[in-house]
C-alpha cells in the first residue's frame, strides 16, 4: 500500500461511475490509476447514506477507545498482579 489519500469527492465520483453509470469496477481503477480494491471499498462507503456512514464511523471510534481502554487496564492489571 503507498499511503496515498484521496479527497473524498474523487472517491465519490468513482463510485458514481461504478453504481450510475455501469462501469466496470476495474475499468475505473485503471483509469484513475489506482489498486482494484479501492473502489470496492469506496463502494462500500460510499454506497450508504451518509447520515448512516457517520453513525457507522462514530460506532468504529467508540469501538477503538473500549479496546485501548481494555488494554490500558489489562497492562495495569499485571503491573498490580507483578507486585503482589
Do not use: N
Not at 481503477?29 to 462514530?58: F, L
Request: glycine share 4%.
Amino acid at each position: 500500500m503507498s499511503g496515498k489519500r484521496y479527497p473524498e469527492e474523487f472517491k465519490v465520483e468513482a463510485v458514481k461511475q461504478v453504481i450510475e453509470r455501469g462501469d466496470a469496477v476495474a475499468d475505473v481503477a485503471a483509469r484513475i490509476t489506482v489498486s482494484v480494491y479501492s473502489p470496492y471499498d469506496w463502494i462500500k462507503r460510499y454506497s450508504m447514506p451518509e447520515s448512516e456512514r457517520i453513525e457507522q464511523h462514530g460506532r468504529r471510534r467508540r469501538s477503538a477507545r473500549a479496546a485501548e481502554a481494555l488494554v490500558r487496564i489489562g497492562s495495569t492489571d499485571r503491573v498490580v498482579a507483578e507486585a503482589c
